[in-house]
Structure formats: C-alpha cells, structure tokens
C-alpha cells in the first residue's frame, strides 16, 4: 500500500502525512468473515439476540465491510468513511472513535458498525446522547469482538432498548481491557442490572461505572452489592439520581468495603434517609483512598449525622464533601463540626441549601480556617445569621479560596464591609456570588473601592444579581471601577422576575468599562430596561467594537455582539 506524501518545503523530501488511512487501518489484521462473526468469542455467543427491525435496516451498509480485494477498493472505503466522519464534523483521532451529541440516525449507526472491522485498536467508543441509537445497538455489539481492546464506552442518554442492553450484557466479555462503562440516562437498565453486568468477574479492569438517573431497582441495589467485591480496580462509582435503591443500601455498602481502590462516590439524590449515614459509616473506614463524597439531594438525610459523623473523619484523603439540600439540622452541624476540620485534604465543600443550619453553624464555620487546602465553599441558601456570617467573614482571612458562594443569604446586605475585609488577602478568588443577599448601595459602592485599589485582580466570575436596592448611584460607582478586573468574563447584575427598571446614567460607564476588558463574554441585565436613547449608545458601541459579547437584557432586548474573524 502507497502512503500518501506531502512535500516538505524546508528540505525538499516528502514525509509521510497522517490520514483517515493511517491512523485506523492495520493491514496485517485480517477482518473475520460474516459467519465467523456470529460464532463465540471467548466463549460467549454475540448473537444470542434476534436483530431487531432497526438492526435489520443496517444489513445492506454491513455486507460492504468485508475486505478490500484492491488498493483501489482500500481508497474508496477508506475515503468514505472519511467524508462520513466530517459529515458529523468530527475528525479522526488515534484509537479514539468519538460521536458524542452528533444526532445519529439508524443509517449513521449502520456506518459506524461498518467501520469497527477497520478499528482493531479502538480504545474509546463515544456514541452517548444520540437518541436513535435506541434499538440498533445489537448491531454494534455483535461486532464487539472486533475491537476487544476497548477502554472507555460510553452510551449515556442513548434510549437504549431492553434488547439493546441484554444484548450489551452478552458483549462485555468480548471487550476484557474495559476500564470505563457509562450508561447513564437509560431508563430501561433498571431492573435489567444483572443481564448487563452479569459477564463481569473477578479481577475487572473496570475502574469507572456510571449509572446515573437508570431507574434502578432495589433488587438492582442488591445485585451491584454482590457484584462490588469482584470490581477491586473500581475507582469512580456514580449511582445518582436512582431514587429506589436506598432500601437496598446496607447491601451496597457491604461491597464497598471490598473497594479499597475507590476514589470517587456519588450517591445524589438516592433516597437516602437517616439511617443511610449510619450504613455508609461502616463502609468509610474501608475506603481510605476517596477523594470524593457526593450525597447531595437526600432530603431525608437530616439528624442522621447526629451519632454518625466520626467515621467521616478516617477519609484523610477527602477532597470534595457535597451535602447540598441535606436537610441538616443543627444536631447534625454540631456533629460536623467536630469532623470536616479533621479533613486537612477538603478542597471544596458545599453545604449549600441547608436552611436549619444558619443559626446553629458558627462554631463549624469559625473552624474552616483550620482547612488551608479549601479553595471552594458553597453556602448559598443557608439563612445565615449575622453572628454565623461574621465567623465566617473571619476565617475565610486564613483561606485562599478560588470560589465563594454565598448567594440568598439575606444577612450579608448592609454588612458586606466584614467579608471585604477578608478578602482584602485574597490573591486567588476567581469566582464570588452575592445573588439576592439584599446588598445595598454602601455594600456595592465598598466592593467597588475594593476592586479600584487591585484586589479581587483574578475574579473571572461576579454575580450580584436579584440585589434591587442598590440605587443607581450605586450602580454608577460599581461601573467606574468594575474595568480594574482584567480577568472577568462573566458579570450579572439582573433584576428579579417581579421588577423591573429603567437604566440609569450608569449604562454609559458600563459601555466604556467593556471596553477595557480584554475577556468579558457575558453581562446579564435581565429586566433592565434600554430607554431608545442608550438603546442608541449599545448600537452606536456595537458598530465601534465588533467583539463577542453577549448582553443578557431580558425577553424582548437581547445584543450579541459578533466576534470579528
């Protein structure tokens, strides 16, 4: 076979040029032939299943898959495959096949199926969020064999079929390198967990499993138990959003504790109640590499840390902790804050929508100062209390947080002067969200100063929206000094949805302040509204600079400004 060449102006030789050819065409291997490709492989028979309707459709493109007789035959192949993948705006890349999002039809599944005899090396087949897949995957897993030393597949939100994931289950063994498998976002893998995975065994390569939002049953719970000791590669483990398998929780618990290797556990919104602590508690002193808990959205959660945290504090190796919308009660921030402090590796930490913590959490939040790795801290929706808000506003003086969120804490409007304080130190924040905390103009007018004498210099992201108290002299100040953050690409300053106002003169110094951030992308101004005279000046900026901003002004005002080529 010729290569194809490309003539090298420096030195006049030609050198080989990367094509479609190169990277996925092994000539040396040779394609089974039709009937070879239904017998077993490793002993499992890939077509246990009758094809369906929609696997039938793909026959006609299969049938010209066999093996070129010519190098003309090659070319022609080759380049049409070629043209298929930038039909899909995708390109070829090295042992990576990825149609992520691409709306594939049942003709384009046909044609993918139709390359994987030519992809013997194929690591990484992404065909996730492509709706018709559903229904033709039999016809991809009957060739799975093909490409047995594949790594990551990844088939979330494809509607897939009850055939589509038996037929799947009977294909795993085909593909023993397998170290990642998500099937997220299909409905029709709970109750059918055991036929997928049934083919899993001892010694697993597998080292990521996604399941999230599959309608899991309590039966599919008991069976992941059961199958968790056979998965000790297992590192990142996501059951979220399967809301029925927290009655079977002391089963999956059991089988992580044969997971030492764990990393990351995501259990969001999982029907998880009180009890669902105490049952977990017995597994963390087993997972000592994890680096992440997510038990976020179990609303029935609360008090159940009331007796339980301490086994929270044998994670030295957390990271991440999300107990977002808990329910915690202030028994269970006692608790905690004898723990999270513990945790000298916990870089973010989301406590965020806890409503009954606000009065009770000044003792927990005086003692994140002694976290140094903390860069992220989401307490939105807290209700905090002015004495919880001043704790706060003191230890965040001994973090180098990157991202604060304190948004719908009504407390912080009038006394943003303690936090300003604390952040006068901070070299690092690159995201800080004050949405409706009732700031006042004092409030913004002090942030203003703040910025104006170099702080804040790497703040890319400022939300100050659902703050309609601030007057517009305010806002006049705010806009003045908001060109110091060089670094911002997001600013919103929105009106609530029950408002609405004229802008003021301000409008002027925020056209001119735009103009001096070389990074901003993105001002959301929902419910201002343009009277025509600066309707006119957007315009009249519009035609003098052509850069790509988008100007969020509500329903019937929206300006982007088109980037220039």
């Known amino acids: 076979m010729s290569q194809i060449r490309k003539k090298n102006s420096s030195d006049g030789e030609t050198k080989p040029r990367t094509s479609f050819i190169n990277i996925f065409f092994k000539s040396?291997?040779?394609?089974?032939?039709?009937?070879?490709?239904?017998?077993?492989?490793?002993?499992?028979?890939?077509?246990?299943?009758?094809?369906?309707?929609?696997?039938?459709?793909?026959?006609?493109?299969?049938?010209?898959?066999?093996?070129?007789?010519?190098?003309?035959?090659?070319?022609?192949?080759?380049?049409?495959?070629?043209?298929?993948?930038?039909?899909?705006?995708?390109?070829?890349?090295?042992?990576?096949?990825?149609?992520?999002?691409?709306?594939?039809?049942?003709?384009?599944?046909?044609?993918?199926?139709?390359?994987?005899?030519?992809?013997?090396?194929?690591e990484k087949l992404d065909i996730s969020w492509n709706d018709l897949v559903g229904g033709t995957l039999q016809s991809v897993t009957q060739r799975m064999h093909l490409i047995s030393q594949l790594k990551v597949l990844r088939l979330g939100s494809c509607r897939l079929t009850t055939d589509d994931v038996q037929a799947l289950g009977v294909a795993l063994d085909a593909i023993p390198e397998l170290e990642e498998l998500n099937l997220s976002w299909n409905s029709k893998v709970g109750g059918n967990l055991p036929l997928i995975l049934q083919k899993v065994q001892e010694g697993s390569k597998i080292q990521t499993l996604e399941l999230v939002d599959c309608d899991l049953t309590p039966e599919d719970g008991a069976f992941m138990g059961q199958?968790?000791?056979?998965?000790?590669?297992?590192?990142?483990?996501?059951?979220?959003?399967?809301?029925?398998?927290?009655?079977s929780l002391h089963s999956i618990a059991q089988g992580l504790k044969s997971t030492s290797n764990l990393k990351v556990l995501k259990l969001h919104s999982c029907g998880l109640s009180q009890k669902s602590v105490r049952i977990l508690d017995a597994a963390f002193s087993y997972l000592c590499e994890l680096r992440k808990l997510d038990l976020s959205c179990n609303k029935e959660l609360g008090g159940g840390f009331e007796d339980s945290s301490a086994p929270l504090a044998v994670l030295g190796?957390?990271?991440?902790?999300?107990?977002?919308?808990?329910?915690?009660?202030?028994?269970?921030?006692?608790?905690?804050?004898q723990v999270i402090p513990l945790l000298s590796s916990l870089q973010e930490l989301d406590l965020s929508a806890n409503k009954k913590m606000g009065g009770s959490s000044e003792n927990l939040l005086s003692r994140l100062r002694f976290l140094p790795a903390l860069k992220s801290l989401l307490l939105n929706n807290c209700a905090l209390q002015s004495e919880t808000f001043t704790a706060l506003a003191e230890a965040s003086a001994h973090l180098a947080l990157e991202v604060f969120d304190l948004s719908w804490n009504k407390c912080v409007g009038g006394n943003l002067k303690l936090l300003l304080e604390s952040l006068k130190c901070s070299e690092s924040l690159q995201v800080l969200r004050l949405s409706s905390c009732s700031l006042v103009t004092e409030d913004v007018a002090l942030l203003a100063s703040l910025i104006q004498t170099g702080h804040l210099a790497k703040l890319q992201k400022l939300i100050?929206?659902?703050?309609?108290?601030?007057?517009?002299?305010?806002?006049?100040?705010?806009?003045?000094?908001?060109?110091?953050?060089?670094?911002?690409?997001?600013?919103?300053?929105?009106?609530?949805?029950?408002?609405?106002?004229?802008?003021?003169?301000?409008?002027?110094?925020?056209?001119?302040?735009?103009?001096?951030?070389?990074?901003?992308?993105?001002?959301?101004?929902?419910?201002?509204?343009?009277?025509?005279?600066?309707?006119?000046?957007?315009?009249?900026?519009?035609?003098?600079?052509?850069?790509?901003?988008?100007?969020?002004?509500?329903?019937?005002?929206?300006?982007?400004?088109?980037?220039?080529?």
């Open 317 to 337: 190796h957390l990271e991440v902790l999300n107990l977002h919308q808990c329910s915690l009660t202030a028994d269970d921030v006692v608790s905690l804050t």
């Open 464 to 565: 100050l929206s659902y703050n309609d108290s601030i007057c517009d002299a305010g806002w006049a100040i705010f806009c003045q000094n908001v060109w110091f953050l060089k670094e911002l690409t997001e600013l919103d300053i929105s009106l609530r949805p029950s408002t609405a106002r004229d802008c003021g003169q301000w409008f002027g110094h925020l056209l001119c302040a735009v103009t001096k951030l070389p990074k901003i992308t993105d001002i959301g101004m929902k419910r201002w509204i343009l009277p025509a005279a600066q309707q006119e000046e957007l315009e009249h900026f519009h035609q003098d600079h052509r850069r790509g901003i988008h100007f969020e002004l509500g329903e019937f005002q929206e300006a982007d400004f088109p980037k220039l080529n």
């Open 28 to 122: 040396s291997k040779r394609r089974p032939s039709k009937d070879e490709s239904r017998k077993k492989s490793n002993g499992i028979e890939v077509a246990d299943f009758q094809p369906s309707d929609d696997t039938q459709k793909t026959e006609n493109i299969l049938d010209t898959a066999e093996p070129p007789t010519s190098e003309m035959e090659l070319g022609s192949r080759m380049e049409k495959n070629e043209q298929f993948l930038q039909k899909l705006g995708r390109k070829a890349v090295s042992k990576c096949l990825d149609l992520n999002n691409c709306r594939l039809t049942t003709e384009d599944v046909a044609e993918v199926v139709a390359l994987l005899p030519l992809l013997p090396d194929l």
């Open 227 to 247: 199958l968790l000791p056979i998965m000790q590669n297992l590192e990142v483990l996501d059951l979220s959003i399967n809301r029925n398998i927290g009655s």
